[in-house]
């Protein structure tokens, strides 16, 4: 008999869990069966789905007791803390959105174009990655594996729906003073050097994700990393300009074929035609796109790429679903 699996979205109405909606029934996944959840104040939210009117649930610690085969978490760190051990003990396996368990050396981090063997390790929860840091590791890992990399130098411009429903609507409303939901400052017009919160080292809590969860993924902790992340008024996609210095020299045409080659890259670099990755060209695509690929003249062994990516889909929902179809 052919076994059906039972799937919880939970935090289906926010960003990232109605786009894992839409992801999965353009997968149409054979043999699942779905429950959507979210927290009490959407409770009761109609969403449509597979053809079919879902209503979302309250999630609650009682939430995992009817038995569920793997769940993806889209609902923030607090609520992963909670529910993710709850879901986990009770047989499930939690594919985590949030940064809760990143760092966690019991917790997988997975991006399947770059280390889909760590999902086997799994203990019922695996941390899906930061949105810019996902992004990043899909062109550096075919680079790392044939040029080893030494330094990584991250600039980051990163769109409002990083932040959720709120970014949007600061961004779309031109919000400023006390009508701003969730910048410190108006977006609108601005690029604002702040993403998640200040450390005392001085770099914000974002930028420290990209530097850890980059060593994490590529299995690599002896990277020297810096990383300058930055929001721009674009609604989704976020662009990444990506300075690498490699332990051994490189020919341009051959990292430009190595990328072509590689997984879930599109390589986009015709400067002579105007060519080059877009956030409006990357909105609604799985792929990360890479552009702009020159040597840095500066320094040894070094190259430069623009790389732009749906933060909402490979950074986040589609990457989760391509976990879970590494799972079954
Ligand atoms: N946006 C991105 O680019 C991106 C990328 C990677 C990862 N992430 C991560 O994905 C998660 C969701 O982000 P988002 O952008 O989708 O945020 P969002 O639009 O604000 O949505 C948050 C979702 O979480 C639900 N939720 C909040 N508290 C809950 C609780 N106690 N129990 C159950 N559900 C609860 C909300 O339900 P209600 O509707 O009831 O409030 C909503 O469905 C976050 O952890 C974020 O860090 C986001």
Same mark, same amino acid.
């Given at each position: 008999?052919?076994?059906?699996?039972?799937?919880? *979205?939970?935090?289906?109405?926010?960003?990232?869990?109605?786009?894992?909606?839409?992801?999965?029934?353009?997968?149409?996944?054979?043999?699942?069966? @779905?429950?959507?959840?979210?927290?009490?104040?959407?409770?009761?939210?109609?969403?449509? /789905?597979?053809?079919?009117?879902?209503?979302?649930?309250?999630?609650?610690?009682?939430?995992?007791? #009817?038995? /569920?085969? /793997?769940?993806?978490? =889209?609902?923030?760190?607090?609520?992963?803390?909670?529910?993710?051990? *709850?879901?986990?003990?009770?047989?499930?396996?939690?594919?985590?959105?949030?940064? !809760?368990?990143?760092?966690?050396?019991?917790?997988?981090? $997975?991006?399947?174009?770059?280390? %889909?063997?760590?999902?086997?390790?799994?203990?019922?929860?695996?941390?899906? %990655?930061?949105? =810019?840091?996902?992004? !990043?590791?899909?062109?550096?890992?075919?680079?790392?594996?044939?040029?080893?990399?030494?330094?990584?130098? @991250? =600039?980051?411009?990163?769109?409002?729906?990083?932040?959720?429903?709120?970014?949007? #609507?600061?961004?779309?409303?031109? !919000?400023?003073?006390?009508?701003?939901?969730?910048?410190?400052? %108006?977006? @609108?017009?601005?690029? &604002?050097?702040?993403?998640?919160? /200040?450390?005392?080292?001085?770099?914000?809590?974002?930028?420290?994700?990209?530097?850890?969860?980059?060593?994490?993924?590529?299995?690599?902790?002896?990277?020297?990393?810096?990383?300058?992340?930055?929001?721009? %008024?674009?609604?989704?996609?976020?662009?990444?300009?990506?300075?690498?210095?490699? #332990?051994?020299?490189?020919?341009?045409?051959?990292?430009?074929?190595?990328?072509?080659?590689?997984?879930?890259?599109?390589?986009?670099?015709?400067?002579?035609?105007?060519?080059?990755? &877009?956030?409006?060209?990357?909105?609604?695509?799985?792929?990360?796109?890479?552009?702009?690929?020159?040597?840095?003249?500066?320094?040894?062994? =070094?190259?430069?790429?623009? $790389?732009?990516?749906?933060?909402?889909?490979?950074?986040?929902?589609?990457?989760?679903?391509?976990?879970?179809?590494?799972? *079954?």
């Amino acid at each position: 008999m052919t076994k059906t699996y039972k799937l919880a *979205i939970v935090g289906a109405t926010g960003l990232v869990g109605r786009t894992a909606l839409k992801v999965l029934e353009e997968k149409n996944l054979p043999n699942f069966e @779905y429950k959507l959840f979210c927290s009490k104040k959407s409770a009761g939210t109609k969403l449509r /789905f597979m053809g079919k009117e879902y209503i979302a649930e309250e999630l609650k610690d009682s939430s995992f007791d #009817e038995g /569920f085969d /793997f769940a993806i978490f =889209s609902a923030g760190g607090e609520t992963a803390k909670h529910f993710a051990p *709850i879901a986990a003990s009770k047989g499930c396996i939690v594919i985590d959105n949030s940064s !809760a368990f990143r760092m966690d050396e019991n917790v997988p981090l $997975v991006v399947p174009e770059v280390n %889909p063997e760590d999902v086997s390790w799994n203990k019922g929860i695996i941390a899906n %990655p930061n949105c =810019s840091t996902i992004q !990043a590791v899909v062109p550096l890992k075919p680079l790392d594996d044939k040029y080893k990399i030494k330094r990584i130098v @991250y =600039s980051t411009y990163q769109a409002c729906s990083g932040a959720g429903r709120k970014g949007i #609507e600061d961004l779309i409303t031109k !919000a400023t003073g006390n009508s701003l939901k969730k910048f410190p400052h %108006p977006i @609108y017009n601005n690029c &604002l050097p702040h993403i998640d919160v /200040f450390e005392e080292d001085g770099y914000t809590k974002e930028e420290h994700k990209m530097i850890n969860e980059t060593r994490k993924i590529l299995g690599r902790q002896d990277i020297r990393i810096t990383a300058t992340t930055v929001r721009v %008024p674009v609604e989704n996609c976020h662009g990444e300009s990506i300075n690498i210095e490699f #332990e051994n020299d490189f020919v341009l045409e051959d990292v430009i074929n190595l990328l072509k080659n590689s997984p879930g890259i599109i390589v986009e670099d015709d400067v002579s035609n105007n060519i080059y990755p &877009l956030a409006t060209n990357a909105n609604g695509h799985d792929e990360v796109f890479v552009g702009r690929i020159r040597k840095d003249f500066s320094n040894p062994n =070094s190259l430069n790429l623009w $790389v732009v990516a749906d933060n909402i889909r490979k950074g986040a929902a589609s990457n989760a679903i391509q976990i879970l179809e590494k799972l *079954i």
